[in-house]
């Protein structure tokens, strides 16, 4: 390595130095997240402590599938409960009540409140509800059917569990835990929009130029190591 001039090795030094510098808080990040995803139950952080174990109830009486007046013909069909009243759910677009044949536009308030208490357990106490029409890129909502409600619980959890108005069906839950994991996973993935890209072009770049800096470490290892230079000379 004796051909490698003082200039050369002092840009390689200097290279190496910034990058790892500028990529030093995106490793950072990445060891903290990878830590953190390593000593995590992911039951619990989908929540799984905060739910009942649900029983599926019995119905008699339901109307047949096939006198029900749907005109666009039935392609699916799932029974559901909502306060012990059993609904069909056509199509993934509509709600029939499976005792009368009565349509149902949306489940009000009341309804997902006790949908919600369905599923949670019951220390947990309801301390606010409210109705959402939209949510931006980032809202731990995101992704999932609009309207919804959410149902917010006391506590230091900041527990709070989500059902569309649509069909009444008990989309999912967020607390604080869920959400220092899906802040890190933001990180770790370094999709700043959805989360979940894990072929987007910034951690493509950060990737590219790691191997750089590991690359450059290599290099000025060798050419400033004195066996390599009794070997080389």
Do not use: C
């Amino acid at each position: 390595m004796a051909f490698v001039k003082g200039k050369t090795s002092k840009k390689i030094r200097t290279a190496h130095r910034y990058l790892g510098l500028f990529l030093g808080i995106q490793f950072l990040f990445w060891t903290i997240s990878g830590l953190y995803f390593s000593w995590t139950d992911l039951d619990e952080i989908h929540g799984d402590h905060f739910k009942k174990i649900k029983i599926k109830k019995d119905f008699k009486d339901l109307i047949s599938p096939s006198n029900l007046e749907y005109v666009n013909g039935i392609k699916s069909i799932e029974l559901r409960d909502f306060n012990n009243n059993p609904y069909y759910w056509i199509n993934n677009e509509l709600l029939v009540n499976a005792n009368t044949g009565i349509k149902k536009d949306s489940i009000s308030k009341d309804e997902a409140i006790s949908i919600s208490n369905e599923n949670i357990l019951e220390k947990y106490k309801i301390s606010f509800v409210e109705k959402i029409y939209e949510v931006g890129n980032h809202h731990e909502y995101r992704g999932k059917p609009l309207p919804a409600y959410v149902i917010s619980y006391e506590g230091s959890d900041n527990l709070k569990s989500y059902v569309s108005t649509l069909d009444g069906q008990f989309q999912t839950v967020r607390h604080r835990n869920w959400r220092w994991f899906d802040f890190l996973w933001m990180t770790h993935t370094m999709d700043y929009e959805t989360r979940d890209d894990f072929n987007n072009k910034l951690i493509r770049l950060f990737s590219i130029m790691g191997l750089i800096t590991v690359l450059s470490g290599f290099i000025l290892w060798a050419i400033t190591s004195k066996t390599l230079k009794k070997i080389f000379k």
